[in-house]
Each structure stands twice: as structure tokens, then as C-alpha cells.
């Protein structure tokens, strides 16, 4: 039932992001595109999925133990220091974005759109986080 859930609502979220043009590179490239071609609409887009997540998401970081809906522990991070490797992150994450157009859930909605030239990008973020392990000695 778990599993099911699960693919419902990743089914859900994928058309998410394909109604709101999240998984166009172009439309993202013009919505970082500020002194161009800028494309505002993603900011609603953004701004209606943070109003619907405010709520749920402020009851999971007051609640002792939080929980999903079907009572699987949600494990927060405790880090909760501004750090270097969070700035590095970040930075190179908004990098890639803004070079490519795409992040990693986009990414996958593209292929099931048929766009196989995202696989470039997908072998890219898996061989960072790969780097990203070596070099941190592992999770």
C-alpha cells in the first residue's frame, strides 16, 4: 500500500511539474532570466506549492516525533548550522540549474516525456553526488 501511495503521489507530482512548464528547460532558463526574456510564471508556481506545503510542514517541525500519513517516521535533518559545504552546495546546485535548465525531479519527468538527451544531465548529477562520496569518506 506503501508503494502505491508512493507512485500515486510522485504521479501527481510529475504532472505537477510538466502543467507548470517546471520540466521545460527553456521556461526555466527564461524565469532566471531576469534582464532578458524573464518569465514570472514559475514564481507563482513556487509560491502556490510553498503556501501548500506551509502548513503540513510547520506540523512535522513542532511534532516530537512527526509522521507521514501512513505512519512512517520522517526523519528531519539535525544540522541546522549555515556551513560551507551548505553554501558550496547550494551554489553548485543553483549553477547547474541555471546552465542546464533542469533539476534532478524535472530531470526524470523529462524522460518519461521522451527527451533522452536529459540522460547527459542525469550522468552528471550522479557522478557529482558519486564525487561528493569519495570525497566525504561516505554518508
Known amino acids: 500500500m506503501k508503494n502505491f501511495a508512493a507512485f500515486i503521489f510522485g504521479g501527481v507530482f510529475s504532472l505537477g511539474l510538466m502543467l507548470s512548464g517546471m520540466s521545460n528547460p527553456e521556461k526555466v532558463l527564461n524565469f532566471l532570466d531576469i534582464f532578458g526574456t524573464w518569465d514570472a510564471s514559475l514564481m507563482f508556481v513556487m509560491g502556490g506549492a510553498v503556501m501548500l506545503a506551509f502548513i503540513p510542514f510547520q506540523k512535522v517541525v513542532r511534532a516530537a516525533s512527526p509522521k507521514t500519513l ?4 520522517i526523519e528531519l535533518p539535525r544540522n541546522t548550522q549555515i ?3 551548505l553554501l558550496l552546495g547550494g551554489a553548485l546546485f543553483g549553477i547547474g540549474w541555471g546552465i542546464a ?10 524522460i518519461g516525456l521522451g527527451h533522452y538527451e536529459v540522460f547527459y544531465f542525469i550522468v552528471a548529477m550522479l557522478g557529482g553526488m558519486w564525487i ?6 561516505g554518508y
Open 83 to 85: 556551513d560551507k559545504k
Open 70 to 73: 501512513l505512519g512512517e517516521l
Open 132 to 137: 561528493y562520496h569519495k570525497m566525504s569518506g
Open 101 to 110: 535548465g533542469i533539476c534532478p525531479a524535472p530531470a526524470l519527468t523529462l
